[in-house]
């Protein structure tokens, strides 16, 4: 009798927490609920058409398009014309050295020579040397030496600029060191 009294005594607070979850506030909740969704309106702004696109034809076809290079040098040619520059521009009409047909950056400076005073750069392009003096001319951008010493070789070349007129810029081969120096 007691352990059933003492089962009795364990249940009760069980069967007290589950008359608890009985339906009398439930109910109460839905009618709430139903009543707030009745008063409420969604308003909901309607979308913007989209815009129409119209593409643009090119009716004058003798015209120069946007995007044609031709057309930066006809305005290249209308500022030459009306005088636009600076004078500077690249002797075209001479014959090239073999020098000018490699960039600068494959080209590098390997050590200097003296005969007769006048002083040589020693240059190396891919495995061959090459013995150059002030005045040559040498890289891709109409580079033409200036001076040698024992440390560099300074060169002038002449560039365009992002207004296509021609600017001279400073540029400089410096000495490699060996491999067998540097050990």
Request: aromatic fraction near 6%; include cysteine.
């Amino acid at each position: 009798m007691k352990t059933l009294t003492l089962r009795w005594l364990m249940a009760l607070p069980l069967l007290a927490s589950l008359a608890g979850c009985g339906e009398s506030d439930v109910q109460e909740v839905r009618t709430w609920m139903k009543e707030v969704d009745a008063q409420t309106k969604v308003q909901v702004p309607p979308l913007a058409e989209p815009k129409t696109f119209i593409p643009f034809a090119y009716a004058h076809k003798d015209d120069i398009e946007p995007f044609n290079p031709n057309k930066l040098l006809a305005e290249l040619a209308k500022m030459a014309a009306a005088g636009g520059g600076n004078g500077i521009k690249p002797d075209t009409e001479r014959r090239k050295e073999f020098l000018e047909s490699f960039p600068l950056d494959t080209i590098k400076m390997v050590g200097t020579i003296e005969k007769k005073g006048v002083t040589y750069a020693v240059l190396q392009v891919d495995r061959t040397v090459h013995q150059v003096v002030v005045g040559q001319h040498l890289g891709q951008n109409y580079g033409r030496i200036t001076s040698i010493n024992e440390t560099a070789v300074n060169l002038k070349e002449i560039v365009q600029d992002a207004t296509g007129d021609w600017v001279e810029r400073l540029s400089k081969l410096e000495l490699q060191e060996s491999k067998e120096n540097s050990k």
